[in-house]
């Protein structure tokens, strides 16, 4: 599993709230992402880091922040939750060309 | 930019093979990937295919690529119940790190 966890793996908040799920690995992985994964739409690429401090933005980047203040964690800011983000959120690393995923965190904005 | 397109359902009977498609846009150097999802699960990498390559063998899966047509192809020979699965087909061009993924292809494997 490449030493991926992320946390809290389940959440409910209200709408307007600030949200913020946490990746955290083992293994000194320079690249991290994150997706989200809604029906219809498979997996879209949120943000990504390559390094400390270092990150970019994805195809669906709006209403989302990410930091990285250290190489074991990389964190998913939704600074003021709405219904629309309402999905599967996955971390992901990448070494030597392959990629491998955390086990998801489910967050309902109600 | 890249798309990746995959048929939504696929189902077969156990002990049969199963194929899995996807085309993809890409036109570049790019990695080709296999994933699959259990319900409730993160994504499993299966296998992963560079375009410079017609063909990859791995126990029982098989992926063929054909760059003329921009297709690509997962079979699992000996479909077992365990294969039932969302498998995803996913793009990352060389040199880059953003990934595209399709949308899925949900198999289900009937006893």
């Known amino acids: 599993d490449a030493g991926i966890t992320q946390s809290p793996r389940h959440k409910v908040t209200e709408t307007g709230t600030p949200v913020t799920l946490r990746c955290h690995q083992t293994?000194?992985?320079?690249?991290m992402y994150w997706y989200r994964q809604d029906p219809g739409h498979g997996l879209r690429l949120i943000h990504y880091?390559?390094?400390?401090?270092?990150?970019d933005k994805g195809e669906v980047s709006d209403g989302y922040s990410v930091s990285r203040s250290k190489t074991e964690d990389f964190l998913l800011t939704l600074e003021s939750a709405t219904s629309s983000q309402t999905s599967v959120y996955f971390c992901?690393?990448?070494?030597?060309?392959?990629?491998?995923f955390g086990p998801g965190t489910r967050l309902t904005v109600l | 930019g890249e798309d990746v397109e995959q048929s939504l359902f696929l189902s077969v009977r156990e002990g049969d093979s199963s194929v899995i498609n996807c085309t993809y846009t890409?036109?570049?150097?790019?990695?080709l990937y296999w994933y699959k999802q259990e319900p409730g699960a993160g994504l499993q990498l299966l296998t992963y295919?560079?375009?410079?390559?017609d063909m990859k063998q791995d126990q029982r899966l098989t992926v063929l690529l054909n760059k003329k047509d921009k297709h690509l192809s997962l079979r699992i020979a000996d479909t077992q119940t365990g294969d039932s699965a969302i498998y995803f087909c996913?793009?990352?061009?060389?040199?880059?790190?953003?990934?595209?993924f399709g949308t899925g292809t949900k198999l289900q494997v009937i006893p």
């Open positions: 295919i560079f375009s410079n390559m």
């Open positions: 293994e000194n992985h320079r690249y």
């Open positions: 992901a690393i990448s070494e030597n060309n392959e990629q491998f």
């Open positions: 890409d036109s570049s150097s790019t990695y």
């Open positions: 996913a793009e990352r061009p060389g040199g880059y790190q953003k990934v595209t």
């Open positions: 880091s390559y390094g400390v401090k270092d990150t």
